[in-house]
């Protein structure tokens, strides 16, 4: 697990692909050329050798054009020839006066077709190319789709990792001021979205700027007018792209914003099902959800109108623009100044100019989302933890569980003292507990000795050992921890008590069951310890799933062994079948138990007695009951009743 708490940036994760995408960029601007250059060619091949009939021909020794034994040869542009071959609604005429065709010889097919050979041969190998540069283009654009994704994909798997392992790295403290449903967006939704950045970002904007520049340098080499007159058109539509860009980018952050709160929404309400429907509070918790899926609907809405008049309005500029190039270019090719081939080129390639430039503001919408989510998402991979650089190096050896605070002071929030000047010694195999009021820091000082949060002033020891020496997974390796609300993981049993650790074996597994009595309870089920855990273990009874968690605990051999309320909901039986396994665990580790229930620990070797966040008594039961203060109190509250 990761554990490098060093500024991260997206560079870092795009650097080591950079061949990768050198390659698609490459395969982008391969793939766009073949694009460019399909309707060059049929511009060609209706310019050189399907509309050539006006085109002169001169008698010629060398000639590659033979008709009745004489042998011909095509006049260049701008030169006059003899024999001209003029179509009419009759046929083919072989003649010298282009005005009157008639006057000249009708040719039949075969004549036509040995005059035309050249022409026939020149529209069969660009009409070769012309499939060539398809069946390229697919296969390069396949090859460039499959290296972009699976190098976006690539980055996204490092990526999720790397957030995922910030936050098992994160204090306990993150977890307090983090809505959990926007934790998951970002580990889920938003890195799908930076992975759009990879796939239509990059491979868009590149394509389509190619796209827009090679156009415009080809329609400016074939007609310089038609190209200004397309020119023309262009600051429309770069304005309506503008204007287009700015209001989808306000709608896309209200989505994201409200898409957050449903989840957050989603995530408390489906952890809290239970209360809710205890408390009778689904029809107000459905409002509540509906708001903000309102929310949501009018947002998306609102992007569908912008899209929706976004797109007819580029189609109606680019219709009228075709419209007007095929006005100006057909009067232009009546007069002889541009040819049909080229006019036809023209229409092709102004389809084409209009697809970039909308595919540019329609990129930039998801440039905009993928901005977004990279800033979330780097926003928590950069979060400032409390615990940064305080990772000890240190290896615990000859282990003995005593623990030592001294003078310690520990706030969650800032000046807000929970512990004031605590200090108190907890020797190896001793079975201590806390006592105290609601509030009083028991649960804190537990919190402190696993090091899931960081005290503000004082020392503690772990086996006369400062531990901010230790890296906190060091510590906690020797600690077994049982809380009073148990956690089940979906899964089975087995797997519940091992938590995937395959150094636990199975023999282990069921001496940990017997010892906190848990072997009927597990011979009762129809597939034993494979039995299948619903989500937090909803079908077993609260007793059940506290044994687990013993079970859990007991298999990992802790050397210390701390108790949180570990006996307070559940009913008396099981209280005395966790007691009788709780006396067994704790004969040769370090035992803490944090307990209302002075019957579950009265044994205690010391108890420790907190009042408003200080130690108020210590000692054993015996020395706290002739003390007369406030361990007394509680004692005959409980045992009166």
Same mark, same amino acid.
């Given at each position: 697990?990761?554990?490098?708490?060093?500024?991260?940036?997206?560079?870092?994760?795009?650097?080591?692909?950079?061949?990768?995408? !050198?390659?698609? $960029?490459? +395969?982008?601007? &391969? @793939?766009? #050329? *073949?694009? =460019?250059?399909?309707?060059?060619?049929?511009?060609?091949?209706?310019?050189?050798?399907?509309?050539?009939?006006?085109?002169?021909?001169?008698?010629?020794?060398?000639?590659?054009?033979?008709?009745?034994?004489?042998?011909?040869?095509?006049?260049?542009?701008?030169?006059?020839?003899?024999?001209?071959?003029?179509?009419?609604?009759?046929?083919?005429?072989?003649?010298?006066?282009?005005?009157?065709?008639?006057?000249?010889?009708?040719?039949?097919?075969?004549?036509?077709?040995?005059?035309?050979?050249?022409?026939?041969?020149?529209?069969?190998? !660009?009409?070769? $190319?012309? +499939?060539?540069? &398809? @069946?390229? #283009? *697919?296969? =390069?654009?396949?090859?460039?789709?499959?290296?972009?994704?699976?190098?976006?994909?690539?980055?996204?798997?490092?990526?999720?990792?790397?957030?995922?392992?910030?936050?098992?790295?994160?204090?306990?403290?993150?977890?307090?001021?983090?809505?959990?449903?926007?934790?998951?967006?970002?580990?889920?939704?938003?890195?799908?979205?930076?992975?759009?950045?990879?796939?239509?970002?990059?491979?868009?904007?590149?394509?389509?700027?190619?796209?827009?520049?090679?156009?415009?340098?080809?329609?400016?080499?074939?007609?310089?007018?038609?190209?200004?007159?397309?020119?023309? $058109?262009?600051?429309?539509? &770069?304005?309506?792209?503008?204007?287009?860009?700015?209001?989808?980018?306000?709608?896309?952050?209200?989505?994201?914003?409200?898409?957050?709160?449903?989840?957050?929404?989603?995530?408390?309400?489906?952890?809290?099902?239970?209360?809710?429907?205890?408390?009778?509070?689904?029809?107000?918790?459905?409002?509540?959800?509906?708001?903000?899926?309102?929310?949501?609907?009018?947002?998306?809405?609102?992007?569908?109108?912008?899209?929706?008049?976004?797109?007819?309005?580029?189609?109606?500029?680019?219709?009228?623009?075709?419209?007007?190039?095929?006005?100006?270019?057909?009067?232009?090719?009546?007069?002889?100044?541009?040819?049909?081939? &080229?006019?036809?080129?023209?229409?092709?390639?102004?389809?084409?100019?209009?697809?970039?430039?909308?595919?540019?503001?329609?990129?930039?919408?998801?440039?905009?989302?993928?901005?977004?989510?990279?800033?979330?998402?780097?926003?928590?991979?950069?979060?400032?933890?409390?615990?940064?650089?305080?990772?000890?190096?240190?290896?615990?050896?000859?282990?003995?569980?005593?623990?030592?605070?001294?003078?310690?002071?520990?706030?969650?929030?800032?000046?807000?003292?929970?512990?004031?000047?605590?200090?108190?010694?907890?020797?190896?195999?001793?079975?201590?507990?806390?006592?105290?009021?609601?509030?009083?820091?028991?649960?804190?000082?537990?919190?402190?000795?696993?090091?899931?949060?960081?005290?503000?002033?004082?020392?503690?020891?772990?086996?006369?050992?400062?531990?901010?020496?230790?890296?906190?997974?060091?510590?906690?390796?020797?600690?077994?921890?049982?809380?009073?609300?148990?956690?089940?993981?979906?899964?089975?049993?087995?797997?519940?008590?091992?938590?995937?650790?395959?150094?636990?074996?199975?023999?282990?597994?069921?001496?940990?069951?017997?010892?906190?009595?848990?072997?009927?309870?597990?011979?009762?089920?129809?597939?034993?310890?494979?039995?299948?855990?619903?989500?937090?273990?909803?079908?077993?009874?609260?007793?059940?799933?506290?044994?687990?968690?013993?079970?859990?605990?007991?298999?990992?051999?802790?050397?210390?062994?701390?108790?949180?309320?570990?006996?307070?909901?559940?009913?008396?039986?099981?209280?005395?079948?966790?007691?009788?396994?709780?006396?067994?665990?704790?004969?040769?580790?370090?035992?803490?138990?944090?307990?209302?229930?002075?019957?579950?620990?009265?044994?205690?070797?010391?108890?420790?007695?907190?009042?408003?966040?200080?130690?108020?008594?210590?000692?054993?039961?015996?020395?706290?009951?002739?003390?007369?203060?406030?361990?007394?109190?509680?004692?005959?509250?409980?045992?009166?009743?």
């Amino acid at each position: 697990m990761d554990q490098d708490f060093n500024d991260y940036h997206l560079k870092d994760y795009l650097k080591p692909h950079w061949k990768q995408f !050198l390659v698609v $960029i490459l +395969l982008i601007l &391969v @793939v766009t #050329g *073949f694009n =460019l250059l399909r309707p060059k060619i049929l511009q060609v091949a209706i310019d050189d050798h399907i509309d050539v009939l006006d085109q002169s021909y001169r008698e010629s020794a060398d000639g590659e054009i033979e008709l009745n034994g004489s042998r011909f040869t095509r006049m260049e542009e701008g030169e006059k020839g003899e024999y001209y071959l003029v179509q009419t609604e009759k046929g083919f005429y072989w003649t010298t006066d282009q005005n009157n065709p008639e006057s000249g010889v009708l040719l039949n097919e075969d004549q036509v077709m040995n005059l035309r050979q050249g022409d026939f041969r020149g529209v069969i190998t !660009l009409a070769l $190319i012309y +499939l060539l540069t &398809v @069946v390229s #283009g *697919f296969a =390069l654009s396949y090859g460039q789709v499959y290296l972009l994704n699976r190098t976006g994909q690539s980055i996204i798997y490092k990526l999720r990792k790397d957030l995922y392992a910030r936050l098992l790295n994160q204090s306990m403290k993150f977890f307090d001021t983090r809505p959990l449903g926007n934790l998951v967006t970002r580990v889920t939704n938003d890195t799908e979205n930076l992975n759009e950045l990879f796939v239509s970002v990059l491979s868009g904007l590149i394509r389509n700027l190619i796209m827009v520049a090679g156009i415009l340098v080809i329609m400016f080499s074939m007609d310089m007018r038609l190209a200004f007159f397309v020119l023309l $058109i262009t600051p429309v539509i &770069v304005l309506i792209s503008v204007l287009f860009r700015k209001q989808v980018r306000k709608v896309y952050q209200w989505e994201r914003s409200v898409l957050s709160k449903i989840n957050n929404h989603l995530s408390e309400d489906l952890s809290g099902m239970r209360m809710i429907q205890i408390l009778n509070r689904e029809k107000g918790i459905y409002k509540e959800f509906d708001i903000e899926n309102r929310d949501y609907r009018n947002a998306t809405r609102r992007e569908v109108l912008l899209f929706s008049m976004f797109r007819p309005g580029i189609e109606l500029i680019r219709a009228l623009a075709i419209s007007l190039l095929i006005y100006f270019g057909g009067r232009g090719y009546l007069a002889q100044t541009i040819s049909f081939g &080229v006019l036809y080129a023209f229409v092709d390639y102004i389809q084409q100019f209009f697809m970039p430039i909308l595919n540019l503001a329609e990129t930039y919408n998801v440039y905009q989302s993928a901005s977004t989510s990279s800033d979330r998402i780097f926003s928590l991979l950069n979060e400032d933890n409390e615990m940064a650089g305080l990772f000890g190096k240190r290896k615990i050896e000859n282990f003995r569980g005593k623990i030592e605070f001294k003078n310690v002071w520990f706030a969650y929030v800032k000046e807000e003292w929970v512990l004031k000047d605590v200090s108190f010694v907890i020797e190896p195999c001793e079975l201590v507990a806390f006592v105290g009021a609601t509030g009083a820091g028991k649960s804190s000082i537990i919190n402190l000795i696993g090091r899931y949060y960081e005290i503000q002033k004082g020392q503690i020891l772990f086996d006369d050992v400062d531990i901010m020496e230790y890296d906190p997974e060091e510590i906690r390796k020797f600690i077994g921890f049982v809380q009073q609300d148990v956690f089940l993981f979906t899964g089975t049993i087995y797997d519940n008590i091992t938590l995937g650790n395959p150094e636990i074996s199975r023999e282990t597994v069921e001496q940990a069951i017997k010892d906190v009595n848990l072997t009927g309870f597990i011979e009762r089920l129809p597939q034993g310890l494979e039995t299948p855990v619903m989500e937090r273990g909803a079908t077993f009874s609260a007793g059940e799933r506290q044994l687990l968690s013993f079970a859990r605990t007991l298999v990992r051999d802790p050397g210390i062994l701390i108790l949180d309320e570990a006996t307070a909901n559940i009913d008396t039986e099981t209280e005395l079948m966790i007691q009788e396994a709780l006396n067994k665990m704790s004969k040769s580790r370090t035992t803490i138990a944090i307990a209302h229930r002075i019957s579950t620990i009265a044994d205690a070797d010391n108890i420790i007695v907190l009042s408003h966040g200080e130690i108020a008594e210590e000692g054993n039961r015996e020395e706290l009951i002739e003390k007369d203060g406030i361990f007394k109190v509680l004692y005959e509250l409980q045992y009166e009743q």
